[in-house]
C-alpha cells in the first residue's frame, strides 16, 4: 500500500514538473512563437502526464498549465492579473481542452489496459485449454486448471469437487487458500443452486472470494473458489465473466474425462459380457457334443452289448475315448486359459531337442491327423531350446488341432524349424482355405474364430497359444500362403548356451 501511495505522490509531482518543463520550453519559444503555438507545448505536457500518471495527476497539470501560462506569457507578465478580458476566454478554453484531453488520453489508456489483459488472459486460456486436453486424469485437470487460474488473475484459488457421499471437499488448493467453514457453506449453496456468489456477485457480496458453479450436462460437477488479493479486482462485469470462461473451461474438461471414464467402463461391462456369452455358448456346444456321443456309445454298449459284434463294441469304445480325449483338451485348454489371464503360468523351463517336442504332439494326434500327410523338417544340428516341453508340446498340439478342423482330410501339413544366433523360428502350415484378408492378428484373441460356420472349437487353442510363446520371450504370428493355406509361425528366443551333452532323461 504504501508502494501505491508513493507513486500517486509521484505522479502530482511529475505533473507539476511536466508543467514547468512546457513553461522552460514555452519561454524560449515566446519571441518568435504566437501565444496559441505556446499552448500547444502545455496540452503535450498533459497528455503525457494523462498516459503515464492517470486521471489525477493531468487534472493538476492541466490548472497548473493554465496558471503558468497566464503568469508568464499573459500582460502583465509575472502576475496572475489579467489586463485584457480576452485572455479569459483562452484560460477558460485552454482548461476545458486540457481537461478532455486528458479524460479522452486516461480512457484511451484504461482501454488499452484492459485490451492488454483481455489478451494475456486469452492466451493464458488457450494455454490452459492445451493442458487440459493432453490429459484425461481428473486430478491432473484440477491442478492444471487451479494453478492457471491462480496466475492469471493473481488470485488465491480452490477446486471443490463431490466425494461419494456427495459432499464438497477440496480437490486441489492453489496460493495457500485457507478453506474454512464458511467457504464451505458458500460453495455448498453454489454447487446446489448452480449460480454463482461471493465477491463481485449478487448473493454473499461481503465474502473475500468468489464461488463459481462448474457447470454439467447432468448438474454441476463441483465448485471453483477465487480470493483475490484486491476486493476490487472483480468490481468490473469484464474480469467475471473471463473467470467464467476459464471455470466453463475446466468444467467441460472434467465432464470429457467423466464421459471418457464412463465410456470405458461400458466398453469393459460390454466386453465382459460379450466373452461371457461366448463362453457359455462355445463351451456349453463343445461341452454337449462329447458328451452326447460318450452317453450314446455307451447306453448303446449297455443296452445292446450282448448283440453286438466285437468290431462294433471295439469301434464305440473307440469313439468314447475319442471324445474324452476332445473333452479333456477343451478342459485343458480352459485351464491354461485360466492360468495365463490369472498370472499363475509358471514355466518349468530345462533344455529339450525340439523333434521330441513335435514328436509328442504328433503322438497325441495321430487319430485326429488321420490320412493328412505330415511333413516334420526339423534340421540335426537345431540347438537345444530352454522350454517348458509341456506348455510348447501343447501349442504344437493347438496348432495341428487347428489345421484338423479346416483342412480337407487328405491334405498336407508341414512343420519347419530354423535357427539363428539368437532365435528358433518354428512354422506350421497347411493347405486350408487361409486366414480372411485383415484376421490375422484376431485370430489369437480369446472366444474369435476365423470361419464360424459350425466347426468344433471353441476359440481358446490359438489364444492359448499366444500366451504360452509370449510367457517363453518369443512371438506367434499368421500368414496367408501364396499357394493356399495358413502358415503359423512362432519364435523362441536362444537366450543362453545349451550345454555341450544333455543327460538321458532330457
Known amino acids: 500500500m504504501n508502494t501505491v501511495h508513493a507513486w500517486i505522490a509521484a505522479g502530482y509531482g511529475q505533473a507539476v514538473a511536466a508543467v514547468a518543463v512546457a513553461t522552460g520550453i514555452s519561454w524560449l519559444m515566446f519571441p518568435f512563437f504566437e501565444l496559441a503555438n505556446l499552448i500547444m507545448t502545455y496540452l503535450l505536457a498533459i497528455v503525457v502526464i494523462a498516459i503515464r500518471y492517470g486521471r489525477g495527476p493531468s487534472v493538476l497539470a492541466a490548472i497548473v498549465s493554465v496558471a503558468a501560462f497566464d503568469y508568464f ?21 485552454m482548461l476545458v481542452v486540457g481537461l478532455v484531453i486528458s479524460g479522452l488520453t486516461v480512457r484511451v489508456r484504461i482501454q488499452a489496459e484492459a485490451a492488454r489483459q483481455r489478451e494475456q488472459r486469452t492466451a493464458a486460456l488457450y494455454a490452459m485449454s492445451r493442458e487440459l486436453a493432453q490429459t484425461g486424469a481428473i486430478d491432473e485437470l ?39 467453514p464458511d467457504d464451505l457453506r458458500l460453495s455448498r449453496w453454489v454447487f446446489e443452486h448452480g449460480q454463482p456468489a461471493g465477491l ?15 457447470p454439467g450436462h447432468r448438474g ?56 461371457r456369452n461366448s463362453l457359455l455358448t462355445s463351451v456349453s456346444h463343445d461341452l454337449r457334443t462329447p458328451l452326447a456321443a460318450i452317453t450314446g456309445a455307451a447306453t448303446t454298449i449297455l443296452d445292446s452289448g450282448a448283440h453286438l459284434d466285437q468290431r ?44 521330441e517336442v513335435v514328436g509328442a504332439a504328433l503322438g497325441r494326434l495321430t487319430k485326429a491327423l488321420g490320412t493328412r500327410r505330415v511333413t516334420v523338417n526339423i534340421p540335426p544340428d537345431l540347438p537345444l531350446a530352454a522350454i517348458d516341453d509341456v506348455l510348447i508340446e501343447q501349442v504344437f498340439v493347438n496348432l495341428l488341432d487347428n489345421a484338423v478342423k479346416y483342412t480337407p482330410a487328405d491334405s498336407a501339413v508341414r512343420i519347419i524349424a530354423t535357427a539363428t544366433d539368437r532365435k528358433i523360428t518354428v512354422e506350421v502350415a497347411d493347405h486350408g482355405p487361409g486366414l480372411p484378408k485383415g484376421e490375422e492378428d484376431r485370430v489369437f484373441e480369446k472366444f474369435y474364430r476365423a470361419a464360424p460356420d459350425g466347426r468344433r472349437g471353441a476359440g481358446l487353442g490359438l489364444a492359448i497359444c499366444h500366451g504360452i510363446v509370449k510367457a517363453h520371450g518369443g512371438r506367434i504370428w499368421a500368414q496367408n500362403l501364396p499357394e493356399g493355406g495358413v502358415a503359423f509361425l512362432f519364435t ?15
Open 492 to 506: 523362441l528366443p536362444l537366450t543362453e548356451t545349451p550345454p555341450a551333452s544333455v543327460p538321458p532323461d532330457a
Open 142 to 180: 484440477v491442478a492444471i486448471a487451479a494453478r492457471h487460474i491462480g496466475d492469471v488473475f493473481g488470485a488465491e484459488a480452490a477446486v471443490l469437487l463431490p466425494g461419494a457421499d456427495g459432499n464438497l471437499r477440496v480437490s486441489r488448493k492453489e496460493g495457500g487458500f485457507p478453506v474454512e
Open 220 to 275: 454441476p460437477l463441483g465448485v471453483v473458489s477465487v480470493r483475490p488479493r484486491r476486493r476490487d479486482a472483480f468490481a468490473t462485469p469484464e474480469p467475471l465473466r473471463q473467470l467464467e470462461t476459464f471455470v466453463n473451461q475446466t468444467a467441460l474438461a472434467l465432464e470429457r474425462a467423466r464421459l471418457a471414464d464412463e465410456a470405458q467402463d461400458a466398453r469393459v461391462r460390454a466386453e465382459t459380457e460379450r466373452l
Open 312 to 355: 462294433t463294441q471295439h469301434e464305440l469304445l473307440e469313439s468314447v475315448r475319442d471324445e474324452a480325449e476332445r473333452l479333456n483338451r477343451l478342459v485343458q485348454n480352459l485351464l491354461e486359459m485360466t492360468r495365463l489371464e490369472s498370472g499363475a503360468l509358471h514355466l518349468r523351463r530345462d533344455w529339450h531337442p525340439l523333434e
Open 73 to 93: 506569457f499573459v500582460p502583465p507578465y509575472l502576475t496572475f492579473a489579467v489586463a485584457d478580458t480576452q485572455y479569459l476566454l483562452t484560460f477558460a478554453v
Open 200 to 214: 463481485g456477485t449478487a448473493t454473499a457480496e461481503a465474502a473475500r472470494a468468489v464461488y463459481l458453479p462448474l
